[in-house]
């Protein structure tokens, strides 16, 4: 009993401690184990089926929208990695150099990829020449390495699993349409898949993409209040054209620049979905990102014909579910916890008594609900269960953030409210990159974006009190 | 027209210049191209789809034999390449040196994975206690670098897509039967799947893996005569279990080294598909690993009702296949020669007088064989064409194997054959490497497998006469 000791043991709590809690759960939960790479994760199979749901979903709708999966080289030489300067800049301090092939010194260091942009824009340098080719609507999954000093499973490490789309378009126009695109796909797969509300805004010179003309992001709130910037989409208008010499011929045989974006979301989504949803039992898995929706639990599993009718439910729901039958000889109590620990939407209970009565009894991880519900509809009413709680959850997390979303007229009240209550700011600001970096400095708080939906909460900046230009949503964040 | 035509330029001939021909096909099937990173290619978007489509049938039956996908480290510490000391000598000399990260020296090396057994073996000491926790049956998709000095697309290059399984087992048979367990599933796999039919057996001493008591190998014959190893699986005995400590409490509470397998198939199976299919005028993809597996084409399109009629199709083909409508303005020549290229299996073509007949014409890409058929029974038949050609590629492949595949009882006969009309060579062995070795010297020839279908050629091994102990295949290999 070790081993399923350990697994449901108390979890430090949210409350006393978030970053342990959050620790124990990836832990306890079975998602990651940690290496003797400093910095790199192992992913188990919890965490990675849940990456594969994730992977599986948004595959589909890059394919739907017309994007093509390619393999790019995992190594960029340095020379390609320099050709536009604003992105070295950016890159050069957090990349790992390849310096040795076997024995042999190599003549220029490879830097293992830490994003493909310069890649990409090699490969469409050679590949696009009229504007029949265009656009390319490419994206590749892979994992990255960035350097990073201190590092957190899912949310900041050596090396992460990703996507990134690399676009190139004949017009200005048609490449920030797509820009957009991809931002509001992101969105609606966060917002319907993980049940995690986004705000979608611009984010700021200072936090842009290092070689981007504009960087989009969708950002959310997390349950201790920070804010986790969830995905980006950047327009790089035609300056990597520039530098890479990406040109096509145009109708009247005119020689054109190609115009680009790229976008980017990671497995640091897994890491939104447990400080989102999560609790003190563990992880809560909306059901569509679960890998296990369904765990149906016998209970006095040794009376006649409770495994049978527990088999014949899980063929039943197999049909169309994830479920898992745990017939395992622990007691009902511990595989409870487990599977609230591993956050399994729906726990299905069928014992002597039940069958019986010809029930079932579901209990939601999130709620705790208890549904006594007739064999004859079970199917019907799990199915209509998991479809409420997918939209609760959402709802929840909704609320949560709302309830810590403020606004602020003066740094002062601004500086109060990220103490007290941490969440999402709203405030003025005037453009001026130094008042920016003065809120920093004096609350922690970044700009997470300029949001769409703009609202006018004072005349002036709220840092320096000129005229203000933009209403920006600060916070903490990962 | 200027790329149109470039796609659809004679290629070489096989017999001319095979290997110019295997180069003509990867780029204008458009499955691959070059970029500045020696020996690491693109893979573009037609190569990636039939990746995928490997990728997404072999996953399948991973899981269906209860592995699991995890995700590893791809960087490995210089100590710990090093534990298995068979291991690190089979790998030092090929593998990439990461030495900084950013601007910092790091105080040990770490390797870019060439495969990743050290990874899991340490993951398996520090999650492995007890045989409850046995057998675990973990396998990764990912890339892997190994530092070649000549390379080609798909068949040998710096880094390359594959999928590892791991796997640790309570006892010395069950890692035996799961070492022969996937190489069935891998030989099942290429027969069904990729029409490729595989020879199964055993590697020589020399040959094997670094650091396993047994390697098994399915071995393929190309259409030139050389062979290719297209997948292996690997005994480790308690080898890397001693090396890494892995151990675990049996029912009896005493301790017990785990027993470990691996296995692996990569791209390289891509390659393995155009050389056993592919002639003249281009790749030939068996249906069920073809991105497109019929391709439609309008003759005479801008007549009434024929573009109509041919969406029709489209849309009533798709709901079961893999469907494109080529509505170009090229002509139908040009497109017959685009997806003839592209290997597309089945061409459909629909013009003014099939719609009159209420038939269309369809066209096996292998045979290049007509059938005209009625719109009514369009796709019942189109399912028994491709389904026909599915299986006909594969007897197709198996009669070229069988017909270049030899028996030789002298060195004088073996080199002979080999030289005249390559292709394999059963041969006697006694066993000695040394007589491994001088055959490869004559003759050009490694030994490829010990099959498990044995056969007695003769009583004395080709090379020395000394008394023989099995047969063996040898020939020529990528």
Tied chains: 1, 2.
Excluded at 269 to 294: E, F, R, T
Aim: contains cysteine.
């Amino acid at each position: 009993m070790g081993k399923e000791k350990k697994l449901v043991e108390a979890i430090t709590s949210m409350e006393e401690d978030f970053t342990q809690w959050y620790t124990d759960v990836v832990k306890k939960a079975e998602l990651i184990d940690y290496s003797s790479v400093r910095g790199c994760m192992i992913i188990k199979p919890y965490g990675y089926a849940i990456w594969e749901l994730i992977q599986k979903q948004l595959d589909q709708r890059f394919k739907e929208t017309g994007h093509q999966n390619v393999y790019m080289p995992m190594f960029i030489p340095e020379s390609l990695l320099e050709k536009e300067k604003d992105h070295i800049e950016g890159f050069a301090p957090e990349v790992a150099w390849v310096t040795h092939g076997g024995e042999e010194k190599l003549n220029e260091r490879l830097c293992v990829r830490p994003t493909s942009e310069t890649l990409f824009c090699e490969h469409y340098a050679h590949d696009i020449q009229s504007y029949r080719d265009l656009p390319k609507l490419y994206n590749q999954w892979c994992s990255v390495v960035r350097w990073e000093k201190t590092t957190r499973p899912f949310l900041r490490s050596l090396e992460f699993l990703w996507q990134e789309g690399h676009t190139a378009h004949a017009t200005a126009e048609e490449a920030e349409e797509e820009t957009i695109n991809m931002l509001n796909l992101y969105a609606d797969f966060c917002e319907e898949v993980l049940a995690i509300p986004m705000i979608k805004g611009k984010k700021t010179d200072k936090e842009k993409f290092a070689g981007a003309k504009a960087t989009y992001t969708i950002e959310s709130l997390m349950h201790d209040g920070k804010g986790l910037q969830s995905g980006t989409t950047h327009n790089f208008g035609d300056g990597f054209a520039k530098a890479f010499g990406i040109q096509y011929t145009d109708k009247e045989n005119k020689l054109k620049y190609v115009h680009q974006s790229s976008w980017g979301v990671s497995t640091r989504l897994i890491g939104g979905i447990i400080m989102v949803h999560g609790d003190n039992s563990g992880l809560v898995l909306p059901p569509a990102i679960a890998p296990i929706q369904i765990a149906i639990i016998p209970i006095m599993q040794r009376k006649a014909g409770v495994l049978e009718k527990a088999g014949e439910l899980k063929e039943k729901l197999s049909q169309t579910l994830r479920v898992t039958l745990d017939d395992s000889d622990k007691s009902p109590g511990w595989k409870f916890s487990e599977h609230e620990m591993k956050g399994v939407p729906l726990r299905v209970e069928i014992g002597p008594k039940d069958i019986e009565k010809n029930q079932a009894v579901l209990v939601r991880r999130d709620t705790r609900e208890k549904i006594f519900v007739s064999l004859d509809e079970l199917e019907v009413k799990v199915n209509q269960v998991l479809q409420v709680m997918q939209q609760e959850l959402l709802e929840k997390a909704k609320n949560h953030r709302d309830e810590h979303t403020y606004t602020a007229t003066t740094m002062d009240e601004m500086e109060n409210q990220l103490k007290e209550n941490p969440g999402f700011v709203k405030a003025m600001w005037c453009g001026d990159p130094a008042c920016e970096e003065a809120i920093k400095e004096k609350t922690g708080a970044t700009s997470r974006c300029i949001p769409f939906d703009q609202e006018h909460v004072s005349d002036t900046c709220v840092c320096c009190g000129k005229p203000a230009k933009k209403m920006v949503y600060w916070g903490k964040a990962y």
